[in-house]
């Protein structure tokens, strides 16, 4: 699946049955439902799943857990908006590579 087919799927009413839970929290956020979102990423335990859990601490504005959950992925505390790193985690779970044709809209 390409990030745009991931940004269309986001008409259906569920998620895209082969998701991972990681994706599926991306999509449940980006459809507006942070519970269902933070639920999906947390059954992920790994690297995916936490870099997911914490782009929703760092949205709901819970910055020391986030914190946590950035250092459980790997990975380096966001400075982007919330809209880049979406996108950003998006690209990297479906394994492309960051391109300057996709918008956020």
Known sequence: MTTTEFRQSLSLDQPPADLSLALAGLWWDAKGNWTRAHESAQQDEGPAGAWV??????????????????????????QSSLEQEWL??????????????????
């Not at 819970?62 to 990975?75: K, V």
């Not at 950003?88 to 809209?105: P, V």
């Open 88 to 105: 950003e985690i998006a690209r990297s779970l479906l394994g492309e590579k960051e391109s300057s044709d996709l918008n956020l809209s």
């Open 53 to 78: 859990h914490a782009y929703l601490h760092r949205k709901e504005g819970d910055l020391s857990n986030a914190g946590y959950w950035y250092r459980r992925a790997g990975r380096p505390e966001s």
